[in-house]
Structures are given as structure tokens and as C-alpha cells.
Nanobody, 124 residues
Framework: QVQLVESGGGLVQAGGSLRLSCAAS????????MGWFRQAPGKEREFVAS????????DYADSVRGRFGISRDNAKNTVYLQMNSLQPGDTAVYYC?????????????????WGQGTQVTVSS
């Protein structure tokens, strides 16, 4: 199973940018579809973005499309989430997830490995 560790979260003003990283270990990373989810207090965990094992196929939630960019570097066992034009509504704990069966999904149950999460706080 893939082990995941997120980093890069923090406090930023509205309109600012952050870049999240997810470091993975395990032989299956290069063939794993990857996703980012987020969860605010009192709310359900929601899909943010996903990327296929090759990096050639990406998907975004409507709320972040055009502002966020997901990418991966399989040689470094790392997936990224570049977040631009951040708004207070983006405040949440962001989680990295992996599907070792190479299937991207917007559903939580579509992933079988999860990181510990990293906090992103956007102030107005």
C-alpha cells in the first residue's frame, strides 16, 4: 500500500497562493491515480482534483477549476497541488489520496491510501 505525507499548508491572505506537496513511498506510486480532497470543520470531505498515473488526465471540482493545478513527478514520488487566487472558502484540511488500481475518481471510496492532511487557512 502507498504511504502518503502532505506538506505545504499554512496561512495565506485571500488572493494568495500555496503549493501543496504529497510525498509517497511504495513501488505502486507510479501506477497509482492520485487525488486531493479537502474537509472544513463541520463539513463533509469533498473532492478537489485528481490525476492519472501518467499525468495525462486531470479532473477538477468546479469550485477550483481555473485556480488550482494538479501535477505529479513520478521520478520523485510526489504529487502537487498548486493553489492560486485562494479564497476564504478554500480553508480546509487538504488530504492526498492514492488509488493503486490506477482509476481516478471523485469519490472517497475510490481511493485506498490517505495522508494525514495539511491545514490551509485563507484570511479575508
Amino acid at each position: 500500500q502507498v504511504q502518503l505525507v502532505e506538506s505545504g499548508g499554512g496561512l495565506v491572505q485571500a488572493g494568495g497562493s500555496l503549493r501543496l506537496s504529497c510525498a509517497a513511498s511504495g513501488r505502486t506510486f507510479s501506477r497509482s491515480a492520485m487525488g486531493w480532497f479537502r474537509q472544513a470543520p463541520g463539513k463533509e470531505r469533498e473532492f478537489v482534483a485528481s490525476i492519472s498515473w501518467s499525468g495525462g488526465n486531470t479532473d477538477y471540482a468546479d469550485s477550483v477549476r481555473g485556480r488550482f493545478g494538479i501535477s505529479r513527478d513520478n521520478a520523485k514520488n510526489t504529487v502537487y497541488l498548486q493553489m492560486n487566487s485562494l479564497q476564504p472558502g478554500d480553508t480546509a484540511v487538504y488530504y492526498c489520496a492514492a488509488n493503486v488500481y490506477s482509476q481516478t475518481s471523485r469519490a472517497i471510496h475510490g481511493y485506498n491510501s490517505w495522508g494525514q492532511g495539511t491545514q490551509v487557512t485563507v484570511s479575508s
